[in-house]
């Protein structure tokens, strides 16, 4: 299974972006899906994630800025940016989580985002 991101872009701070992640394989009913960033020099974050039962969390730097949800029937995971700043820059991966006896992990390729004026 692959996950395919994508959505980055370069954008003015105060704009919008919608990232995308979708799974290669339509029968997958994944666990978590989450996204991270990792900002040139730094660490890889976590940013958002979103369980089976859709609940979701964030971190204080995206909160109330960035919502994620997930169209299971599609296997894929959305990320909506508002209000961006130029510390949003960074590629975004997007992570999802499989359970299977065991749990499984994939992450996708990674999508640029720049904010910038």
């Known amino acids: 299974v692959q996950l395919q991101a994508c959505g980055g872009g370069l954008v003015q701070p105060g704009g919008s972006l919608r990232l995308s992640c979708a799974a290669s394989?339509?029968?997958?009913?994944?666990?978590?899906m989450r996204w991270y960033r990792q900002a040139p020099g730094k660490q890889r974050e976590w940013v958002a994630g979103?369980?089976?039962?859709?609940?979701?969390s964030y971190s204080d730097a995206v909160k109330g800025r960035f919502t994620i949800s997930r169209d299971n029937a599609k296997n894929t995971v959305y990320l909506q940016m508002n209000s961006l700043k130029p510390e949003d820059t960074a590629v975004y991966y997007c992570?999802?989580?499989?359970?299977?006896?065991?749990?499984?992990?994939?992450w996708g390729q990674g999508t640029q985002v720049t904010v910038s004026s």
């Open positions: 992570y999802a989580t499989y359970y299977s006896g065991k749990y499984y992990d994939y």
């Open positions: 979103i369980g089976t039962d859709t609940g979701t």
């Open positions: 394989a339509s029968s997958f009913s994944f666990n978590a």
